[in-house]
């Protein structure tokens, strides 16, 4: 008999024994998930350099497209088995649901350490997008759950070479320039005025948000979101009509409504177009397409003078922390030295992407320096007090689409998307 207990002891203790040890920190690794190809060299750079000044191992593991990497959070969110740090495509309200479930960190202890020198070290637009305020809509405590690891600002582009042969010495300020412009290159070769991903909605979305919040100013925008302002009033209306004036103009690339934005990208870099829209990202981006060409980049084109110019904008990518990891304190010291001026300025010189931190301008391109300009002018839907439902962007952005195609009317698609928010405020 005693030969069997010690047997069934045994056999009772080898599970709990190996689960012990599976959620012991894996030969000292810290696991990190992430969907940008166009860092997978500089962040395996910096794994191997922090290994060396620490001997702790960083495993960078790259799951692409983004579509499949949002599935597969997802799916290790579910399965509990998140690795030590990640990073969430989605809204925010995604991010909110999975703090409720525990799965992210929050980190504002260790950002308010010693003074709060992590914490100051980013730029205030950028972490803003990652914080959690009181009285938030997801019902999360206050804080901050998440690093930023660079800054996206979203800009209109311009070939320079087109521009100085069509004889203008600067870019448009205007929405009417803006079309004048771009028609002087419409019909020449294969050349057209305006190129963009409009196939993804949300660069139409941002793009739409911009001109609204330019036509109409800030407070009556969010308070469309808030319901007390029609998406049919005049001045949505007006909105709207711009994408038909843009259709109607014949700057647009072909196809333009489903086209992707790498499409896009690889068309401006080959010099098919005069304009695009696009964010700082695309300063990598177009240097990997085609080096010799000339661009800049220029604020919205105005409808209005009426109300300011808020560019989109905040941080771009951001890292978060499991908070079941039995790394997790190795994890945040990770992003903490990740975040530090030396790294993030080795990632400025190997992808032109712009800094999450500040006290970088010195070390950044022209192009990345001249962009740091526009940071007091961000908006972005992560700090608004409330978001529009993503079933009624949804609708936006397929109107916006049907619009340049020429398949909906501005007052057929603004009927549709109060219809969309109407049904879902009475449901």
């Known amino acids: 008999m005693k030969k069997l207990s010690k047997l069934i002891v045994f056999f009772v203790l080898i599970p709990l024994i190996f689960g012990c040890s599976a959620k012991k920190p894996k030969d000292n690794t810290i696991i990190v998930w992430h969907w940008m190809t166009d860092r997978k060299d500089a962040f395996s750079e910096l794994a191997t350099k922090y290994q060396a000044e620490t001997g702790v191992n960083v495993e960078f593991k790259l799951l692409f497209p983004p579509e499949t990497y949002s599935m597969k ?17 989605g809204e925010k309200t995604t991010v909110g649901s999975f703090i409720r479930a525990q799965h992210i960190a929050d980190l504002t202890p260790y950002m308010n350490e010693n003074f709060q020198e992590w914490k100051n070290r980013f730029y205030p637009q950028t972490l803003d997008l990652v914080v959690f305020k009181d009285g938030n809509s997801s019902q999360v405590k206050p804080g901050i759950y998440a690093v930023p690891i660079d800054t996206t ?58 001109w609204a919040i330019n036509l109409m100013g800030e407070e009556k925008f969010l308070q469309t979101i808030e319901r007390k302002v029609s998406y049919t009033d005049p001045d949505w209306l007006k909105v709207f009509t711009l994408f038909e004036t843009l259709k109607n103009s014949g700057i647009l690339v072909p196809n333009i409504a489903t086209m992707t934005n790498k499409e896009s990208e690889d068309a401006f870099a080959k010099g098919k177009a005069l304009f695009s829209f696009n964010g700082s990202w695309s300063i990598n981006v177009y240097q990997q397409l085609n080096p010799e060409i000339q661009y800049g980049f220029f604020s919205l084109p105005k409808i209005s003078i009426e109300h300011p110019v808020k560019i989109w904008g905040g941080s771009g990518s951001s890292f978060m922390v499991n908070e079941r990891s039995p790394n997790k304190l190795e994890a945040i010291k990770f992003l903490k030295w990740f975040t530090a001026k030396q790294q993030q300025v080795f990632l400025i010189e190997k ?37 529009e439902d993503s079933r009624v962007i949804e609708v936006i952005n397929r109107g916006l689409q049907q619009i340049v195609m020429g398949l909906k009317t501005p007052s057929e698609v603004a009927r549709e998307v109060q219809e969309k928010k109407d049904k879902i405020f009475r449901k």
């Open 153 to 210: 600002i979203m800009q209109f582009v311009y070939n320079k070479s087109l521009l100085d042969k069509l004889g203008f010495s600067a870019p448009p300020e205007t929405f009417e320039e803006f079309i004048k412009y771009a028609a002087l290159v419409k019909g020449k070769s294969d050349q057209f005025g305006f190129v963009c991903g409009w196939g993804e909605g949300w660069l139409l979305n941002a793009l739409a948000i911009e």
């Open 73 to 89: 959070v997802t799916a290790a969110a579910r399965a509990k088995t998140l690795p030590d740090i990640f990073g969430i495509l």
């Open 351 to 387: 992808t032109n992407n712009l800094p999450a931190i500040k006290d970088c301008q010195d070390q950044m391109p022209e192009k990345l320096r001249k962009l740091t300009l526009n940071l007091s002018n961000l908006t972005h839907p992560d700090t608004w007090p409330d978001n």
